[in-house]
């Protein structure tokens, strides 16, 4: 039981980086921008967030401002969504100005924004005494867990039923709950709000939203660097939770890309992108918990990408329109062409 | 809808080519798993005890080989020597502590900046030899490759293909086995400072149980936990261990998870076979410890960091660098020892350790200079069987490790 709750709190830590990829990703597309380059993205909010915080928390040190750890949390986040909606900016001007290849330009980003972080990372580093780009205790305080604030400094025990509340709904860090609020907003904006069904527009039919009076570029522009500042969150997450805010060479390792793997488990909707989240960080992690007796561990690592072609085949075989991807997605819209 | 058909069939086929793919790929593995492990434990059994026997003498027969391959053109002013590296110093782990021992090596032979050619990022498949030929263009008369075994199959190919250029692989297998005069391996008994910083795991655990984190299910990463859970059960007699492998040298996030799933589980020393340092910060968050590998994480941890076990990189550049300056042979496959200095483990952080580690870590490397060795019986493996008797020594045969057996008392998750 402890085991399974523990699990449970696991997943629950796992899942933020690709729910958040997943989400800056489905924004872009449904833009009509099918944008590879979400690795690439992850690593420059990931580096721009923990520079940001690094820098901020030596400038705030010793001047006796209260409340430290919420504006280096504010700080780092501004940050990774700037350097992150930095690299959506990159992407929109090859592909809807100068009408570069959208896959190429994706791929490329993955290059550019992983030598981005890995240079920074270091160079940053060898400027400090210990060769280490780390945050310090201030810092660190705002990523740690929320449940000593929020239940007074006191846990309760993991066998009575209010310490199983706790440790599976409340202790978790303030990402974990930005992260589906996010995702609600999303579903919002999408499904209720005027500009949201523009936007689904521009990413299906750019031609008819143009001939509407829709300004195709100005959206496109705007969901990529938006959708890229979101990606960019993604990478925080991973560099400020998981890695507790010590640059570590290549440390988003792929995440990327299963974040774009789960945008297609999730058929382009952002509350099935949370499931879709959980299920991928579940099986990321479920052989450090319920390992299975003689399954080679590359089994459990394959376990995504399974779940990602089957749901793959069960959407092609069904074909609902509102599971599709976005009719002008990877297409750039040319004017002329009209 | 055809075309569909014949696309959802394209899939299914990816799918069954996937899986069997990835079961070819573990097939040849160590085999610690259950299936093969009657086979190998009864061949290991009958064989380990003349292994201990003559495996002191194998150097011997390395000489025997006729080496002639010097170099009297040679000078310490004119030597000129190359290094590709997997990775760069930005990962503060394999790397970074592999260019520092280059720096060591030139400062202690004397040479100057322009005599090194360093190349970092190379690539580990066929691209390696193209970037040792080009180190040879540049004119290199010795190429060390740093880590990675798979640098070892395309620097053999170079060595037989320029029987002029001395090659040395550090932490590879190949040496030994192929024979070639102008091709070397090394690496150092890195196990007898993971013995000693298992001294300190064994004293400071509270809970009896230790948790390691390893990359792969590989000799080097066997041995150094072995090791290390020998060196905690030298004080400790009570203590277990758990093993999670990442099956990945580097890869923050998951080494994150696997570390939280041990503390959870009840471990409260963690160590660490893989190069970031997210085992150490998972630990500081949790309250327990950590012992790291090749680097110092007193910044990144201060309060959970005891100390690491490390290698010296320079010692065995100097060995090379130096024998071919003076114009002598080369070692094929040489092992520097703690008492060498080619592995060393770095202050112990006091503030955090328990009270008399630094006594008895003192201890066990007196005890390691009187001659003993890390891997003496008696030693059970996780079945029982009996794997080095009493009072007989196992020792490695070559530079690069070759123990593969999980001891009693240690647990790999999932296997």
């Known amino acids: ?338 | 809808m055809k075309k569909q058909l014949t696309v959802q069939i394209l899939l299914v086929v990816c799918l069954i080519l996937a899986i069997s793919a990835c079961l070819a790929c573990t097939a040849p593995q160590p085999a610690t798993g259950s299936a093969a492990v009657p086979v190998e434990e009864a061949t290991s059994a009958a064989e380990e005890p003349t292994a201990v026997e003559e495996g002191a003498d194998d150097f011997n027969a390395f000489e025997a080989h006729g080496r002639a391959n010097r170099r009297p053109d040679i000078t310490k002013d004119n030597v000129k020597i190359g290094f590709i590296h997997y990775s760069d110093i930005s990962d503060m782990g394999f790397t970074y502590s592999n260019y520092q021992g280059t720096l060591e090596m030139m400062k202690v032979l004397g040479l100057r900046e322009d005599q090194v050619i360093t190349k970092f990022n190379v690539p580990e498949d066929s691209a390696s030899a193209t970037t040792i030929k080009e180190l040879i263009e540049e004119g290199c008369d010795l190429v060390f490759a740093c880590g990675s075994v798979a640098f070892g199959d395309n620097m053999l190919e170079c060595a037989r293909e320029y029987p002029n250029i001395e090659f040395y692989h550090t932490t590879g297998w190949l040496a030994p086995i192929e024979r070639l005069p102008n091709f070397h391996n090394s690496f150092a008994k890195a196990y007898q400072a993971r013995y000693l910083a298992g001294i300190a795991a064994g004293l400071k655990t509270k809970t009896n149980k230790l948790g390691y984190v390893g990359a792969f299910p590989y000799a080097e990463v066997i041995s150094g936990f072995s090791a290390f859970y020998l060196g905690a059960k030298s004080v400790n007699p009570d203590v277990t261990m758990d093993v999670i492998y990442t099956n990945s040298w580097g890869d923050a996030m998951l080494e994150d998870q696997a570390a939280t799933a041990l503390i959870q589980s009840g471990c409260d020393v963690l160590s660490q076979h893989s190069s970031s340092t997210a085992v150490a910060t998972a630990a500081e968050k949790n309250g327990v410890w950590h012992i790291g590998y090749n680097v110092d994480l007193t910044d990144v941890a201060p309060n959970a960091f005891l100390l690491s076990a490390c290698v010296d990189w320079s010692k065995d550049q100097i060995h090379a660098v130096s024998y071919m300056i003076e114009n002598k042979d080369i070692e094929t496959d040489w092992s520097g020892s703690y008492m060498d200095g080619a592995c060393y483990l770095t202050p112990l952080n006091t503030a955090v350790a328990a009270d008399g580690t630094q006594e008895a870590i003192d201890a066990a490397v007196a005890k390691l200079e009187s001659g003993w060795d890390v891997f003496t019986g008696p030693l059970k493996d996780s079945q029982g069987n009996i794997i080095v008797e009493d009072g007989v020594t196992f020792h490695e045969p070559t530079s690069c490790p070759t123990w593969e057996h999980i001891l009693e008392g240690v647990t790999v998750v999932g296997e």
């Open chain 1, 1 to 338: 039981m402890t085991n399974f709750v523990n699990f449970l709190n696991a997943i629950g830590l796992a899942f933020v980086p690709l729910l958040l990829g997943a989400l800056g990703e489905i924004l872009t597309e449904k833009s009509g921008h099918l944008n590879l380059g979400v690795e690439g993205l992850m690593y420059m909010g990931g580096i721009g967030s923990i520079v940001a915080a690094f820098y901020c928390e030596q400038a705030l040190a010793g001047s006796g401002i209260a409340n430290q750890p919420l504006i280096i949390a504010v700080c780092s986040l501004l940050a990774a969504m700037l350097v992150g909606g930095l690299g959506g900016l990159i992407y929109s001007v090859m592909t809807v100005t100068f009408h570069a290849n959208q896959n190429v330009t994706g791929l490329t980003l993955t290059i550019f924004g992983t030598g981005i972080g890995n240079f920074f990372g270091e160079y940053v580093g060898f400027l400090t005494s210990g060769g280490f780009l780390s945050i310090g205790e201030n810092a660190k305080k705002a990523f740690a867990s929320i449940l000593p604030a929020v239940s007074g400094g006191e846990t309760l025990e993991l066998h009575t039923v209010g310490g199983v509340f706790e440790r599976l709904f409340l202790d978790y860090n303030w990402m974990v709950f930005f992260s589906l609020i996010l995702a609600v907003v999303m579903i919002w904006f999408f499904n209720r709000t005027f500009l949201g069904l523009r936007l689904k527009a521009v990413g299906e039919n750019p031609a008819a939203a143009d001939a509407a009076g829709i300004n195709v570029a100005l959206y496109r522009y705007l969901a990529t660097i938006i959708g890229s500042g979101i990606t960019g969150i993604a990478g925080m997450y991973i560099v400020m939770v998981n890695s507790s805010g010590v640059w570590s060479q290549n440390c988003i390792g792929g995440r990327g890309w299963l974040a774009i793997a789960v945008v297609l488990l999730s058929t382009w909707s952002p509350v099935r992108a949370i499931w879709g989240a959980m299920i991928f960080g579940g099986l990321s992690i479920m052989r450090l918990y319920y390992p299975i007796q003689g399954v080679p561990m590359q089994i459990y690592d394959l376990m995504p990408y399974i779940a990602t072609i089957i749901v793959l085949l069960m959407t092609s075989i069904r074909q609902l329109k509102e599971h599709m991807q976005p009719k002008g997605c990877g297409l750039n819209y040319f004017r002329e062409d009209r």
